[in-house]
């Protein structure tokens, strides 16, 4: 079946070191979406990705799309400990939305 | 802020109790699911619906129940809850329209003892 695969499942940084995680996909994606998650919170929605190679950035986090709309990156600069959370990425398939098994990420001072 | 309410926000029970976990919300959305996830493991989708009177299994097989009657409210039950129903379950909600971008709640954490 479908699946998005997201690495690395965990990742420790320093804060201030940058961080990436990354998501492919078997399948081509009418677009992707990317949440965060607070330790003992909810998913939050972050951005929406659409078009193929596209680049949008929030502040210090910089989301992009494949030029195939298979894979999909979030990078974050210069970390800060309020980064601290599992971040999903969510590949739209037709009517599906699958969610990525996650990355969480934890930063120290 | 997110309009989409869970209750209860926790939940210890006894094995066999039936329960059942509510979800409303105030945006009028169209579709809604219910997934499940352990302490900081994946989200697992166990059920949807796009719409009154339309419920639909997820990926990851369940023994919960849900009902859609009304557009803003998609309970789950448990009929006999067990020990390997501990979780935490999140509602959430999109519109039917457009881009399949989700609200979620802030989630029910079941404990069964």
């Known amino acids: 079946g479908q699946q998005v695969m997201q690495i690395p499942q965990y990742q420790h940084v320093q804060e201030g070191e940058d961080f990436t995680t990354y998501c492919n996909s078997s399948t081509t994606l009418s677009n992707i979406q990317w949440y965060k998650q607070r330790p003992g919170g909810h998913p939050v929605f972050l951005i929406q990705l659409v078009k193929s190679g596209e680049v949008k950035k929030q502040k210090r986090l910089t989301f992009q799309f494949g030029e195939a709309k298979k894979n999909s990156s979030l990078h974050i600069t210069a970390t800060q400990t309020t980064d601290v959370g599992t971040y999903f990425c969510a590949g739209q398939a037709g009517t599906a939305l699958i969610f990525g098994k996650g990355t969480t990420l934890s930063v120290s001072s | 802020e997110a309009d989409i309410y869970q209750t209860p926000r926790y939940l210890v029970i006894g094995t066999g109790k039936k329960i059942t976990l509510e979800c409303s919300q105030t945006?009028?959305?169209?579709?809604m699911y219910w997934y499940q996830q352990d302490p900081g493991m994946e989200l697992h989708l166990i059920h949807y619906?796009?719409?009154?009177?339309?419920?639909e299994k997820g990926d990851l097989s369940s023994e919960s129940t849900v009902s859609r009657i009304r557009t803003e409210h998609f309970p789950l039950t448990l009929e006999s809850a067990r020990p390997s129903h501990t979780s935490q379950y999140l509602c959430?909600?999109?519109?039917?329209?457009?881009?399949?971008?989700?609200?979620f709640g802030a989630g029910s954490r079941l404990t069964v003892l």
């Open positions: 959430a909600s999109s519109h039917r329209a457009g881009a399949n971008v989700l609200t």
């Open positions: 945006m009028g959305h169209d579709k």
């Open positions: 619906s796009y719409g009154v009177n339309s419920t």
